[in-house]
């Protein structure tokens, strides 16, 4: 992806977030979170406001760490890092590009080439 390419896609991706990944409501506009025992926490740490949350989204397609699988135009996954704590954020609604997030395991190998990726990309 070009630089003109990422500028424009990061004034048009929204995080919309979930319940299911939420401890906290926030200012996401949910009834009440729904935290599932098998889907990570992305406030876990405490609150995470929804401009933290865009801000990280915004950050990730800015440094071009998006997928390569794209549908309607909008790419599947957007990767970034916070405190060195990865995001992946999934697209879910792909007719307004709407996405919600999620910390990944440490422990995954991928967590660990976002993290390179990340730094190598810094501007």
């Known amino acids: 992806m070009s630089a003109q390419q990422r500028e424009r ?4 991706v929204c995080y919309q977030g979930s319940p299911f990944h939420k401890r906290y409501p926030a200012d996401y506009g949910f009834p009440e979170p729904k935290p599932r025992p098998d889907k990570t926490l992305c406030d876990a740490e405490g609150p995470l406001v ?7 989204l915004v950050a990730g397609v800015l440094r071009g ?3 390569t699988q794209f549908r309607n ?3 599947q996954n957007i990767w970034s890092v916070r405190d060195g704590v990865v995001f992946e954020s999934q697209l879910q609604n792909q007719a307004l590009g709407e996405y919600h997030g ?4 440490l422990d995954a ?12 990309r810094a501007p």
């Open 65 to 67: 760490m998006v997928s």
């Open 9 to 12: 896609l990061a004034g048009q």
């Open 102 to 105: 999620y910390p990944m395991s």
């Open 73 to 75: 135009g909008w790419p």
């Open 50 to 56: 929804k401009s933290q949350a865009e801000a990280l």
């Open 109 to 120: 190998a991928f967590a660990a080439v976002v993290l390179d990726e990340w730094e190598k």
